[in-house]
């Protein structure tokens, strides 16, 4: 099955909840993508589960929407996130 064959929840699946995403990133003039130990303010760093999952988007429209294009362009989100991991398996 391809991205653009699944459903939202399938979508969401592929998440493993880490919550890497959600912390501060900076990158570094070489271009090298750092993570901070500061998360989202709406992270629960316990569960590692968004506070506002369902509104995130209204609340905090920084929050970036992940498509399949963006997963294949975003070089901060983590290499063991679920989405670049099926990325690497070719579902993306
Ligand atoms: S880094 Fe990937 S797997 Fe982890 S919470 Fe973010 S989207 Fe989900």
């Known amino acids: 099955m391809s ?3 699944m459903d939202q929840a399938q979508w ?3 998440c493993e909840q880490c919550g890497l995403c959600c912390f ?3 990158e570094d003039e070489d271009g ?3 993570f901070t130990s500061t998360p989202c303010r709406y992270l629960d760093i316990t569960t ?3 506070k506002i999952y369902k509104k995130r988007f209204k609340v905090f429209p920084e929050c970036v929407q ?3 294009e963006l997963v294949k362009e975003l ?3 983590h290499r063991s ?3 670049k991991k099926a990325m690497r398996k070719g579902i993306l």
């Open 66 to 68: 992940l498509t399949p």
């Open 32 to 34: 090298r993508i750092l």
């Open 24 to 26: 501060e990133k900076i």
């Open 12 to 14: 969401e699946a592929l």
């Open 3 to 5: 991205a653009h064959e």
């Open 75 to 77: 070089k901060w989100l």
């Open 48 to 50: 590692r589960r968004c």
């Open 81 to 83: 996130c679920g989405y």
